[in-house]
């Protein structure tokens, strides 16, 4: 079985309202589809969503990326070696993870398709029997953030996540007016997203962060400034969780040499897939660190395959892929049933893909061939 054919879908995901975080707010996803066709006509599909703020890539950077370097390296590759498909990758490409993830997540697809497995079974099996999700609260003004809160507990919701890193003061009022609202019998975690940017600011919150008994505290510095979260941690009974500071082994590395996090935020997007995230797994798991699986807000295609990683790893404690549950349209069927999603025993990763609203959200649509690539 090898790969005949790759189409690469640009999409833009409807939400439901903006989505706002530290660095940025969206009215809709950008996001890459990636569709690949092997010559015994089995077909997998995978996903990007790249950010400039964390991998530094564009839409335009992934489709391109994917048109003209990654799809045509693995015309005519078999999907089951996967890791020979990541060095393929690597080699005619530096970085641009959430492009190499599409690919990745594609051929985990495909792979079980293929074997008659869901993607959990290649990865280990299933070991956690449900998994929960967060509910995420975007940035927003104090009052409104404490009444989706209490709605969300009122829904079923299981634990809350608090998106801040604008102005500290005003963070501190939008985590005390949650807290005001629901009580503290609910988990809340705070997610800054880089956005106190020096230690030195964030340390002064400190006192006020740990009487609001927060879960943990989610990539306070900017992604570079693994100095500056050691030290943050040093001063704090607060466990700290780096996110956009862990992409590469190296990173993590980093982060277990200077005993800067206690928790780390996996991401699909970050990491290049699947299976380097799994490396990322295994390197904290034998550091003594907990992870998550997280979000860049991707469709029901990359929020599948973080759950079916997360679904089968013991160091993965939390999840947070709740983009679906975002949108107004999306191009695949993850369920959800809060404060559950739930994963399909079928092969791959379990999901109808309604080729009517891929092609209704697409704005740009390439295919290649062994035919074209011949040609060339």
């Not at 466990?239 to 800067?260: C, F, G, N, Y």
Request: hydrophobic share 40%.
């Amino acid at each position: 079985m090898i790969i005949s054919k790759a189409e690469v879908y640009g999409i833009r995901l409807p939400l439901k309202k903006p989505f706002v975080v530290s660095y940025a707010s969206y009215d809709s996803i950008p996001s890459v589809i990636v569709k690949l066709t092997t010559d015994n006509g089995i077909v997998g599909y995978g996903e990007a969503v790249g950010d400039e703020h964390v991998t530094g890539e564009s839409i335009h950077t992934v489709l391109a990326v994917l048109q003209h370097q990654l799809l045509p390296a693995v015309i005519g590759k078999n999907p089951f070696n996967i890791e020979q498909l990541h060095e393929t990758m690597n080699a005619v490409t530096y970085r641009n993870p959430a492009a190499k993830a599409a690919v990745d997540i594609a051929c985990y697809d495909l792979m079980g398709k293929a074997s008659g497995q869901p993607v959990y079974n290649l990865l280990g099996g299933r070991l956690n029997k449900k998994l929960t999700y967060a509910k995420v609260l975007s940035i927003d003004e104090p009052e409104n953030m404490a009444d989706e809160a209490e709605n969300a507990v009122a829904a079923g919701y299981s634990a809350i996540k608090v998106k801040i890193g604008n102005d500290m003061q005003d963070d501190l009022r939008r985590l005390q007016a949650i807290r005001d609202r629901i009580g503290y019998d609910v988990p809340v975690r705070a997610d800054v997203n880089q956005g106190w940017k020096t230690c030195e600011k964030a340390k002064t919150a400190l006192t006020v962060l740990e009487s609001f008994q927060l879960s943990w505290l989610e990539q306070p510095l900017y992604l570079e400034d693994i100095e500056g979260m050691a030290l943050l941690r040093k001063l704090t009974r607060l466990p700290i969780m780096a996110d956009e500071s862990v992409q590469t082994p190296v990173d993590l590395q980093r982060i277990i040499q200077h005993k800067a996090a206690d928790k780390i935020n996996i991401k699909l997007m970050k990491s290049g897939g699947i299976y380097p995230s799994l490396a990322l797994a295994k390197i904290a798991e034998s550091a003594g660190l907990s992870c998550q699986v997280g979000s860049m807000v991707e469709s029901s295609i990359g929020s599948a395959a973080g759950y079916h990683l997360a679904i089968s790893k013991r160091v993965i404690e939390s999840t947070e892929l709740t983009g679906p549950l975002l949108f107004s349209k999306d191009v695949g069927n993850l369920e959800y049933a809060i404060p559950y999603v739930n994963l399909k025993e079928e092969p791959g990763l379990g999901l109808e893909v309604n080729e009517d609203t891929l092609r209704e959200l697409s704005f740009v649509h390439h295919c290649i061939g062994q035919d074209e690539l011949a040609a060339r």
